[in-house]
């Protein structure tokens, strides 16, 4: 996807200098635009929405996934990339996201209140342990 692909899919969208955009975000109820765009030389899109929403959120609501940020040409050195990782590196991050589903869930079973930044948390660990898992099971 390039940068005009996404920019059709926004609102008030409105260019603040060359392969730089902002517009609304559908992330969120969105009056003046607070989602940043740039494209790189390398047509990469970069995205930051200042009112917090999380890039997952965003190309969720747009129907799109982080991959579509990225050309073609890197999405397949990307993957050739990710098959070097170590297996036992893995496991390791594998662990550690899997301690921070057990504590939040502790805490829920003991009725204790998630705040936003556990909540936050707890979906970038599932987020994880799914990338992980596709990863070891392309």
Do not use: Y
Request: proline letters at 4%.
């Amino acid at each position: 996807m390039n940068a005009a692909a996404l920019l059709d899919r926004l609102e008030k969208v409105r260019q603040t200098g060359p392969g730089r955009w902002v517009a609304c975000c559908p992330a969120h109820d969105d009056r003046s635009p607070s989602l940043s765009i740039r494209e790189t030389e390398d047509g990469t899109i970069l995205i930051h929405d200042f009112a917090g929403c999380d890039a997952q959120s965003i190309l969720a609501a747009l129907g799109l996934s982080l991959g579509d940020l990225f050309p073609d040409r890197l999405k397949h050195h990307a993957k050739s990339i990710r098959r070097r990782v170590p297996l036992c590196d893995l496991v390791a991050l594998l662990d550690h996201e899997s301690l921070i589903v057990a504590l939040i869930g502790i805490d829920m079973l003991a009725n204790k209140t998630i705040d936003a930044d556990d909540w936050n948390r707890l979906v970038t660990a599932v987020r994880r342990i799914g990338e992980m898992r596709d990863h070891v099971h392309p």
